[in-house]
DNA sequence: TATGAATGAGAATTCATTCAT
DNA sequence: GATGAATGAATTCTCATTCAT
């Protein structure tokens, strides 16, 4: 029995897939280069080595592209997010560690903040049709509840923190200074993005949650 | 507030100054709705009532447009800033009045949000070439650096705050929340730009902010 | 000769080196009756009977397009070139064969004559580009070399003749005569288009030559 | 009697002409560089120091304008021949003074052969309509059959030439070699302009006039 | 005589997308 | 599954010319 023939005859498809990938990939890239509007069909096809045609094939159009786009970047940053153990930390350091990681996926992943960026300048037009992402739920949610209602219970941390604004700020936090960065370094007139500033910046939004949550 | 001049386009009838205030104001609208590669010189022609060969006449091209619409909507943000007086207040209160200003500002202006978030997108490769912008300092920082220094030698506030960062961070917690709520409504399922959550966010963003600065 | 396709343009049909062929010769056209900047590229594409598009898809632009007009032209006087065989003839006959030679060419081409002027009106700004054109030699200079020493070993041709100033000489004696008709004939009022004009031309042009080059 | 007030009232008609000559300047220069398609009815006003609307006003539309730059061009050309004596001269020397003159006109006018180039890719649409260019009979001609007849009377010359034929083929020499050294250049990959390269053309366009005319 | 403001028609070029094989 | 050929509708920008003063 040849089990490459009869038993998984995916040769083909793994192909497909492969081929996919490569087109999510490039689209990727060029989105979050040049944003939605910017980005140009011709470019990706030849990023991804294949041919225009194929694109249309397995995506349907610039805009379904563009959705898969982000669906699978949030799926990115939920797997990353999957990884994160605050429950096994005490209240302030689960905090620290996830400021910590928001700020480091936010660094290191440059094409989330011009993709979001770029699908809020469409008001979500692009989303706003997506049921997978309702289904990709956050995890971060109800762990930083359960961080936040640890803390308070050992008298650490204020009551009344509603994790959702405290969420989205740290959020904030990150991803402003990192996707504004272009025109307050034209404002300031001093690049943000050295290490250094970096690491200040970190920092600096460290102290600035604890500073809030804890008493 | 008379409302006759607001609705219809105002006619460019040999008024040079008023055509062109009229091009940059549907300049600013065009591009704020559909940000810089969606804005349409046709349409900001229309909008403007004029012909759009006029609108080269005065503004050269579509980039120089746009970096006259960025260098007034700062300039619009810049007059704005020097209204406060952050000087007579005592320092959480002035603290307070920025943030609470910041906040009202970010809300009021919509387009400002919008302008500012298309040109990182194009990483701010009109503003780099502005001399203008660099002219326009923003008089915040050394106000909150004054507010910070009083708050500390009253011992209200903590030592070692950098009030670049800070006023980095009071526009990052207003800026993103409402840049990004389309995206946030998309994944929270939850409209942010109710009345009653605009008001629980400036809320929040206070206590975050005094809650850091405050000993 | 069959008219069957000289009439009606060559319709493009999934034939990319035909398409190709047809833009070409519609460009060419255009170019020779109107000039580079006076050339439509619609009408080039209305000529070619293809879509404007494709004419990008294949030649880049308008200044690309052309300069391989200005290429193609060359490469067929060119190969028209190589058919002489002046080194069959004796001296005088060979001068008298490159003088009609030229003159039959000019007079059989006028696109020649049009694109040259109008290249050089522009100081030649695409050819100087070109990395072909110098490739593409002409054997002519070598072929008179040949002929004026021939002649001058036989003791029939004067001694010290340049070859590159005598053939820009042919060839002006037949361009500008062609070239400029238009105004000479407005000047002189007399058409200086008619075959017996233009026999008496060629007549004078090599009596000029050849009482110059015999002793 | 104020001689300046009552007798000669032209300080405004002197302005105008003093405008007018400004215009036909900027327009010939503008012409020359561009051509008549390349060339800017704004440019030329620019050039000239006026407003657009007065070149209007003084010369009509860009065809007009063109045309009288043409016959301008054309009347400096026919003073400039007034001031040739070929009479006082023998046969020989008159014919080598009107080659050398020819060729020095076209090296010191290149606007000339640019706007002679330019209209006869037009197929000298603007001067067809011109009535003033046929009253402007160039003498050459003239004078050059006079001289033809006494050089083959003094059995110098020989019998039979066409004085018009020679006309043009004199200007042949001089015009070609300057219009079209940019592509000469660009194909021969020599300098044609350089002063030694002028000189020796002047030389060996005289040697084939004479050469040719001298039994 | 002189001018700044304004325009309609048209220019080259681009783009996402589909056709035919 | 895969591809090169082909397209219609826009898009930015330009130009000669005229209007109103």
Chains 1, 2, 3, 4 share one sequence.
Request: aromatic fraction near 10%; charge should be neutral; glycine fraction near 6%.
């Amino acid at each position: 029995m040849t089990a490459s023939k009869s038993a998984t005859p995916i040769p083909a498809s793994r192909d497909a897939e492969r081929t996919q990938a490569a087109i999510l990939k490039a689209a990727r890239d060029e989105f979050a280069e040049h944003g939605f509007a910017g980005g140009r069909v011709d470019r990706i096809a030849q990023r991804a080595g294949i041919n225009k045609r194929l694109l249309y094939y397995y995506y349907g159009n610039k805009d379904d592209l563009f959705l898969t786009v982000l669906e699978s970047t949030y799926g990115d940053i939920r797997a990353a997010e999957q990884m994160l153990h605050l429950d096994m930390l005490d209240p302030v350091d689960a905090l620290r560690q996830l400021v910590s990681f928001t700020w480091n996926y936010h660094v290191d992943h440059p094409e989330f903040i011009s993709l979001l960026g770029s699908e809020n300048l469409l008001r979500a037009s692009h989303l706003k049709e997506s049921k997978k992402i309702l289904e990709m739920n956050s995890p971060l949610i109800q762990m930083l509840d359960t961080v936040l209602e640890r803390g308070r219970r050992q008298g650490i941390f204020r009551a009344g923190i509603d994790p959702v604004q405290l969420y989205i700020s740290i959020a904030s936090l990150c991803f402003f200074y990192l996707s504004n960065n272009y025109t307050l370094s034209a404002i300031f007139g001093r690049n943000l993005l050295m290490p250094k500033a970096l690491a200040e910046r970190l920092s600096h939004i460290t102290d600035l949650v604890l500073g809030y949550a804890i008493l």
